[in-house]
C-alpha cells in the first residue's frame, strides 16, 4: 500500500474501542454471574480470538456487531475445552487467559499463531509455578504452546521484574481462584484496566502505590461496558494532525486513562498542540475528546516510568521524532522487543531507510530531527503499530512510501486506512 505527502488533514473521527478494556470486558463478563453487555466493542483479531476461547469454555457469547452479550458462568463456570485453545496473535489473551485457566479443574492446551509462539511467556509461568499451577511450555522454550493443568492455587506477594499489564493481571486472575490475598508490586505502575474494572465487577482489589492487591473468591455480577475509543488507535491520528501542515482534527470519547496518557505528556513536551475538551468518566474510566492541530515540534527525553504508559506509542513517537527539530532519546523501552515484532530493530532499519538520523541502543533509541525525510518502502512484519506509523510517516514525507502487508491493521484497527483516507477529503 502506498502513502504519499498530503495536504491538511480535517474532520472528526471515533477510533475503535480500547484493546485492554474489550479484552478485559469479554474474559470478566464470562466469570461473571448473569449477563455483561459490552458496546463500542473492538472488532479486531486479537479481540475476536478472547471470545473464541471463551466459547470453546462453554460460555455463549452473542456478537451483535452492535454490542457484544456475554452470558457468565461465574467463577467456576467454565468448562473443559474439547479443542486447543487459540489466541491467535494476541498476547493479552494468551497472558490473561492463563491466570484464569490455572485455577480451574481441567486441564487444556493454549496456542496461538507464530509470532506468539516466539513471545516470552515465562514471566507468566513463574509467578504462577508459585502459586502452584502446573502451566508448562511444551517445546520447552518458554513460550506457547502451553499445557496448563488446573491446580489449587495460594496467594503470593509476587515482585514482578517488569512493568506489564499482563503480567500483573496474569497474576490478579489467578488471585481470583488462591488461598488468601495476591499482591503484585511492579517496578513501575502499569495500566489498570483490571483492576478498575474487576472493582466494577464486584472484586475486591486495592492498589497501593505500585502494588494491586486482590482478594479470593469474590461473586462478580454481569456490568453494562461502555468500551472508550483506544488511546493507542488515537495516537497515530494525534500524529499525523501535528506532521501535516494546516490539519486540525477532533478525536471523540478517547480514553485518557492517567496510567495510558503518556503520548499525551510527550507531545506536550514536543510543544504540540492538543486540547483535552469535555472530560468524563465512562464505566468507570476517564474519557475526553481531543483536538489536535498542526504544530512545530521539538526533540525530548522519553524515558523511565513513563514508558508504561506509551509503550504500544514508541514507534509512532519515534515518526514524530523525525519531523521534530532537536534530538529525541528513548530509553527503557527493552520491552518493544518482545512485541508482535521486535519493534526497536524495525523503527530504526525503516526510518533509516526514509532518510531520518536514527541510532539503535540496547533499551530504545536516539533520533536527530531535522533532516529531509523521503519514502521508502518499509515491510511491516505483520505488525499493526507498525504499518500504522508509517502510515503517517508517508503522509509528511516527499516521495512515496510503500508498506508491505499492510492489512496486518486488522488486528487492531480494521478500517484506519479509510477512516486517515476520509480526513483527507
Known amino acids: 500500500m502506498d502513502f504519499k505527502k498530503c495536504g491538511p488533514l480535517r474532520g472528526e473521527i471515533m477510533v475503535p474501542g480500547d484493546k485492554s478494556i474489550s479484552h478485559r470486558a469479554v474474559m470478566f463478563g464470562a466469570l461473571a454471574e448473569g449477563t455483561t453487555e459490552i458496546t463500542d466493542f473492538l472488532q479486531g483479531a486479537d479481540c475476536l480470538s478472547t471470545i473464541s476461547c471463551f466459547q470453546k469454555l462453554g460460555i455463549s457469547i452473542e456478537n451483535t456487531g452492535g454490542a457484544i452479550l456475554v452470558h457468565g458462568r ?20 494468551t497472558r490473561l487467559i492463563s491466570g484464569i485457566l490455572a485455577g480451574q479443574d481441567f486441564s487444556c492446551r493454549l496456542t496461538g499463531d507464530a509470532s506468539i509462539k516466539s513471545r516470552p511467556m515465562d514471566r507468566i509461568i513463574r509467578p504462577l509455578s508459585l502459586m502452584g499451577a502446573s502451566i508448562t511450555s511444551e517445546r520447552g522454550n518458554s513460550c506457547a504452546p502451553l499445557l496448563i493443568k ?51 465487577f464486584g472484586a475486591r482489589v486495592e492498589s497501593f502505590g505500585k502494588t494491586a492487591v486482590i482478594w479470593p473468591r469474590p461473586r462478580l455480577t454481569g456490568q453494562k461496558i461502555q468500551v472508550p475509543g483506544d488511546i493507542s488507535s488515537a495516537a497515530y491520528f494525534l500524529a499525523a494532525g501535528l506532521l501535516v501542515a494546516g490539519s486540525e482534527i477532533l478525536l471523540k470519547n478517547v480514553g485518557v486513562n492517567p496510567t495510558r496518557d503518556g503520548i499525551l505528556r510527550v507531545i506536550e513536551a514536543m510543544g504540540g498542540s492538543v486540547q483535552s475538551l469535555n472530560p ?46 532537536g534530538t529525541t532519546v528513548i530509553r527503557n523501552a527493552q520491552e518493544l522487543k518482545v512485541k508482535e515484532s521486535n519493534r526497536l530493530d524495525i523503527m530504526v532499519e525503516s526510518l533509516s531507510a526514509m532518510g531520518v538520523d536514527i541510532t539503535g541502543t540496547d533499551d530504545g533509541m536516539i533520533i536527530r530531527g531535522g533532516r529531509p525525510v523521503h519514502g521508502a518502502q518499509v515491510h511491516s512484519r505483520l505488525d499493526h503499530r507498525i504499518a500504522m506509523s508509517f502510515a503517517v510517516a508517508g503522509l509528511a514525507a516527499e516521495g512515496t512510501t510503500t508498506i508491505l502487508e499492510a492489512d496486518c491493521v486488522n488486528i487492531s484497527y480494521p478500517e484506519f486506512y479509510r477512516d486517515l483516507e476520509r480526513l483527507q477529503g
Open 74 to 93: 461465574g467463577l467456576q463456570g467454565l468448562q473443559t475445552p474439547q479443542d486447543t485453545l487459540d489466541a491467535g496473535n494476541s498476547g493479552t489473551t
Open 150 to 200: 488446573g491446580s489449587p492455587l495460594k496467594g503470593i506477594a509476587y515482585q514482578s521484574p517488569v512493568a506489564s499489564a499482563q503480567v500483573k493481571s496474569c497474576v490478579l486472575l489467578a488471585g481470583l481462584y488462591a488461598e488468601g490475598q495476591t499482591s503484585v508490586t511492579e517496578p513501575a505502575l502499569s495500566r489498570d484496566h483490571t483492576e478498575r474494572m474487576l472493582s466494577g
Open 280 to 325: 468524563r468518566i465512562v464505566s468507570g474510566e476517564p474519557v475526553a475528546d481531543l483536538l489536535v492541530r498542526h504544530s512545530s515540534l521539538r526533540g525530548t527525553t522519553v524515558q523511565g516510568d513513563l514508558i508504561p504508559t506509551l509503550i504500544d506509542e514508541i514507534p509512532v513517537i519515534a515518526v514524530l521524532a523525525s519531523f521534530a527539530e
